[in-house]
């Protein structure tokens, strides 16, 4: 009984310290200023979650600076409205949203296939969309919904568009894949033989889970582009606290503290979007100068676990295995 209770507990106070500690650094530090980014006329990006929040603002600035951007999204009337609102804004932009539900795999597939029909080009895919704290559920293939969405839903997105964005990077300008994760994977902890939480559910422990492994994966994935020699790059980026949506599954008495906090304390999408758009458009970040872990403008450091090759290894070919990839 007692065992059982902390396994519930512990995960809860970890999130909620690491939170403080977060919001504490973002207290004492200014707002990342992103500088003058370069044109991207004749390029194309992919941003799951676009239709709002962070995603939103990344789509609206790449659009702005000329890029085409393909907002991959599940809320088709929300996707809508974020590239009407965007064409409004510049009469000039290529935005347009593509159905992309990362529950399913097979949606997932679906997406990647209607865009390669297409024969466009790949330069930036960022890997925005997620989920926080919902409760004990599966996805469509009967993953846990922070795993499955979060990280293997991305994963499998990101291994079907490698050889596009490999074709598409050249000498001087690399594609690159930029992965949404989280101050939070300081306290997840991976546990390859449960990855679904079947053994004991806590949501915190799960989300935790979902943004050390997608900081693996981005890990991993750099590295063996590095040794591969191909003009792509990967990393993470945290956004910090930013006052979005992402928030509304917290315990109520907790998400009305949260809501006037956020309106003070937190940073607003722009802001949390502003490293975001630094990681996938700098020209100091090209070729092997990308990669990393980069928050409110600088590289950082990250937890333990993810200077564990063996522990990225076993992941990546697990989430192979699970994907039914080769």
Known sequence: MLS?????LLPIIRLYLQGFKALLVQLFSRPFGLPAMPRQDGKVAIVTGGGRGIGYEAVR????????????????????????????????????????????????????QRFKERGLP????????????????????????????????????????LDTLKDSGK???????????????????IGLNDLNSCQSYSAHAAYCQSKLAQL????????ELQRGGFPLSS??????????ALYRHL????????????????RTPAEGAATVLFAALSPALEGECGGGYWANGRRVMTSQPTFDPQLRLSLWETSVQLLGLQ
């Open 216 to 223: 693996l994966f981005s890990s991993h994935l750099h590295q």
């Open 171 to 189: 000498c001087g300008y690399f594609s690159r894949v930029v992965n949404v994760s989280s101050s939070a994977h300081h306290v997840g902890e």
């Open 122 to 161: 790949l330069n930036l895919l960022v890997n925005n969309a997620g989920v926080m704290l919902v409760p004990e559920g599966r996805t469509e293939d009967g993953f846990e919904q922070h795993f499955g969405v979060n990280y293997l839903g991305h994963f499998l997105l990101t291994w079907l568009l």
């Open 61 to 112: 600035h790449m659009a702005k600076l000329g890029a085409h951007v393909i907002i991959g999204g599940r809320d088709e009337q929300e996707g809508l409205e974020a590239v009407r609102r965007i064409c409004e804004e510049y009469k000039e932009a290529k935005v347009e949203f593509t159905k992309l539900d990362l529950a399913s795999l097979q949606s997932v597939r679906q997406f990647v």
């Open 4 to 8: 059982a209770v902390r396994s519930c």
């Open 235 to 244: 990393c993470a980026v945290d956004p910090g606290m930013v006052d979005t």
């Open 251 to 266: 315990w109520t008495p907790l998400s009305l503290v949260q809501s006037a906090i956020a309106r003070l304390l937190f």
